[in-house]
């Protein structure tokens, strides 16, 4: 992955410096065209000028070389175009004389005189002489030229032109120095940005090649390491979500390992008890005055199992995302009410006191009623196995605020250590093994945590001085809004 990433970002950098460098020559090829044929437009203008101040008299010197000023700065101007811009230039009057200089270059260099096309010049003259400025390029014998031509104005009458033409290669190896200087920049950009690259995906690959074996490590089960949460801003987010799912499996492995472990204990335990007296019975080593007793066991030994069957299909229909809640408004304190009136028998066998404070005596609620029913049955069957002889449970329903009521269930009995208290809603937890032997599969709480929490509330252990306190949040609604109620849809438990 690395070496791929690497080579597109070559690549991109490659095509961006090749077309700069494209854009660089045209634009630098078009402005070194136009600068020196602007230049060569002024170094015609000023020799027409010079020739515009000659008087008559000086006009024919300037043709036959006399020895006057004009003469001598015509030379020189005349040998300045030839040396500094390579052209040659024609300095003509209506008459078709020309500078005794510029025949002189003709002899000098045979292959300008081979190159010059004699009706091209003629024909450009021709338009100059009528006032027109000319700047043209053409295809001469050895290449492509071009031509600079003006008039030569003199008391506002165009008696004479002059004439510049320099070979376009002439031209181009003007800036073959600057092309020079703009490769070697190129190269170093080049250079440097596939170093900025190489950095660049090594920082963004790295982490992924490092996520991508924790999770093929999390595929085939095993604990995965924690990504290094560093490089750029989105890899960091992107490694910290990693890690936290990578928490988060690890997490919900291990709680399945312990789910799997504790539910193998709880069902071996009564089918160990059960096949063992079924056993003894079979091979008749229990008495006829103890098959009764015997059978009582094993009838016990399977309510409990049908009782820990019973619990995780709650707990399952509770935890399923399809699961559909019927929700119904109804009167929170009534249904406490009747919650109690079901477990009148185990209150009272205990000689247990139960107080209730209701406020205010009228508490509606929107929920799925039958769900939250079996919460009050597993929170009020808790406080009765926890509470000692002749203790005392309180149920309280108040409102927390406009959308929000709060039922508390409390008790006196043993309490809830603090190593205890961090793991209460966990499945199969039972805590003070001793006192409950025998006693609930450790499923209630967890039954009571995933039911609140698929209708989006809470439940929580109060901090008390002694016995134990749950609360547990509902969904208020107004009494106008709780009539009529809504039918209650089939309960599937």
């Given at each position: 992955?690395?070496?791929?990433?690497?080579?597109?970002?070559v690549?991109?950098?490659?095509?961006?410096?090749?077309?700069?460098?494209a854009?660089?020559?045209?634009?630098?090829?078009q402005?070194q065209?136009?600068?020196?044929?602007?230049a060569?437009?002024?170094?015609?203008y000023?020799?027409?000028?010079?020739?515009?101040?000659?008087?008559?008299?000086?006009?024919?010197?300037?043709f036959?070389f006399g020895?006057?000023?004009?003469?001598?700065?015509?030379?020189?101007k005349?040998?300045?175009v030839?040396?500094?811009?390579?052209?040659?230039?024609?300095?003509?009057?209506?008459?078709?004389?020309?500078?005794?200089?510029?025949?002189?270059?003709?002899?000098?260099?045979?292959?300008?005189?081979s190159?010059?096309?004699?009706?091209d010049?003629?024909?450009?003259?021709?338009?100059?002489?009528?006032?027109?400025?000319?700047?043209?390029?053409?295809?001469?014998a050895?290449g492509?030229?071009?031509?600079?031509?003006?008039?030569?104005?003199?008391?506002?009458?165009?008696?004479?032109?002059v004439?510049?033409?320099?070979a376009?290669?002439n031209?181009?190896?003007?800036y073959?120095?600057?092309?020079?200087?703009a490769?070697?920049?190129?190269?170093?950009t080049?250079?440097?940005?596939?170093?900025?690259?190489?950095?660049?995906?090594?920082r963004?690959?790295?982490?992924?090649?490092?996520?991508?074996?924790?999770a093929?490590m999390?595929?085939?089960?095993?604990?995965?390491?924690?990504?290094?949460?560093?490089?750029?801003l989105?890899?960091e987010?992107?490694a910290?979500?990693?890690?936290?799912?990578?928490s988060?499996?690890?997490?919900?492995?291990?709680?399945?390992?312990?789910?799997?472990?504790?539910l193998?204990?709880?069902?071996r335990s009564?089918m160990?008890?059960?096949?063992g007296?079924?056993?003894?019975?079979?091979?008749?080593?229990?008495?006829?005055?103890?098959?009764?007793?015997?059978?009582?066991i094993?009838?016990?030994?399977?309510?409990r199992?049908?009782?820990?069957?019973?619990?995780?299909?709650?707990?399952s229909?509770?935890?399923?995302?399809?699961?559909?809640?019927?929700?119904?408004?109804?009167?929170?304190?009534?249904?406490?009410?009747l919650?109690?009136i079901?477990?009148?028998?185990?209150l009272?066998?205990?000689?247990?006191?139960v107080?209730?404070?209701?406020?205010?005596?009228?508490?509606?609620?929107?929920?799925?009623?039958?769900?939250?029913e079996?919460?009050?049955?597993?929170?009020l069957?808790n406080?009765i196995?926890?509470?000692?002889?002749d203790g005392k449970i309180t149920?309280?329903?108040?409102?927390?605020?406009?959308?929000t009521v709060a039922?508390?269930?409390?008790?006196?009995?043993?309490?809830?250590?603090p190593?205890?208290?961090t793991?209460?809603?966990?499945?199969?937890?039972?805590?003070?093994?001793?006192?409950t032997?025998?006693e609930?599969?450790?499923?209630?709480?967890?039954?009571?945590?995933?039911?609140?929490e698929?209708?989006?509330?809470?439940?929580?252990?109060?901090?008390?001085?002694?016995?134990a306190?749950?609360?547990?949040?509902?969904?208020?609604?107004?009494?106008?809004?709780?009539?009529?109620?809504?039918?209650?849809?089939?309960?599937?438990?």
């Amino acid at each position: 992955m690395l070496s791929r990433l690497l080579v597109m970002l070559v690549a991109v950098i490659s095509l961006a410096v090749l077309l700069m460098l494209a854009v660089f020559a045209l634009s630098s090829r078009q402005s070194q065209i136009e600068n020196r044929v602007n230049a060569l437009k002024v170094q015609a203008y000023d020799i027409a000028y010079l020739a515009s101040e000659s008087t008559p008299k000086g006009l024919e010197s300037i043709f036959n070389f006399g020895g006057n000023a004009i003469r001598q700065m015509m030379e020189r101007k005349l040998r300045s175009v030839y040396e500094d811009y390579s052209a040659y230039c024609l300095v003509v009057d209506r008459t078709g004389r020309v500078t005794s200089y510029f025949s002189q270059v003709l002899g000098q260099h045979q292959e300008l005189a081979s190159s010059l096309d004699a009706q091209d010049i003629t024909r450009t003259l021709t338009r100059v002489l009528q006032g027109e400025e000319v700047i043209l390029q053409s295809n001469g014998a050895l290449g492509p030229m071009f031509t600079v031509a003006v008039p030569w104005v003199q008391n506002g009458a165009v008696i004479g032109a002059v004439y510049i033409q320099t070979a376009a290669q002439n031209i181009t190896a003007s800036y073959e120095e600057i092309w020079r200087q703009a490769v070697i920049a190129a190269l170093f950009t080049f250079l440097v940005a596939a170093a900025v690259a190489v950095i660049y995906t090594r920082r963004l690959v790295t982490p992924l090649k490092n996520m991508a074996a924790s999770a093929g490590m999390m595929a085939r089960g095993l604990p995965a390491p924690q990504v290094e949460d560093t490089g750029f801003l989105e890899i960091e987010e992107l490694a910290l979500s990693f890690n936290h799912m990578s928490s988060q499996i690890q997490s919900t492995e291990e709680t399945r390992k312990a789910f799997i472990a504790n539910l193998s204990h709880e069902l071996r335990s009564p089918m160990t008890s059960i096949q063992g007296f079924v056993q003894g019975l079979l091979d008749e080593t229990v008495k006829p005055e103890n098959q009764k007793q015997t059978l009582q066991i094993v009838l016990d030994e399977t309510k409990r199992l049908n009782h820990l069957v019973s619990g995780l299909l709650t707990l399952s229909r509770a935890e399923a995302p399809e699961n559909e809640l019927k929700k119904e408004v109804f009167n929170v304190c009534e249904l406490v009410r009747l919650v109690l009136i079901t477990r009148i028998n185990q209150l009272e066998e205990k000689n247990i006191q139960v107080e209730t404070r209701f406020e205010p005596e009228e508490a509606y609620a929107l929920a799925a009623k039958h769900q939250i029913e079996q919460v009050l049955i597993n929170l009020l069957d808790n406080a009765i196995r926890f509470t000692p002889q002749d203790g005392k449970i309180t149920v309280a329903v108040e409102t927390l605020d406009k959308k929000t009521v709060a039922v508390t269930v409390s008790d006196n009995g043993i309490g809830i250590t603090p190593e205890d208290a961090t793991r209460i809603f966990d499945r199969f937890y039972k805590t003070d093994q001793a006192h409950t032997k025998g006693e609930g599969v450790g499923l209630g709480l967890a039954i009571c945590k995933a039911i609140l929490e698929q209708h989006g509330q809470t439940i929580q252990l109060l901090p008390t001085q002694n016995g134990a306190s749950f609360q547990f949040t509902l969904e208020k609604v107004t009494e106008k809004h709780a009539k009529p109620h809504p039918p209650e849809g089939p309960r599937k438990d």
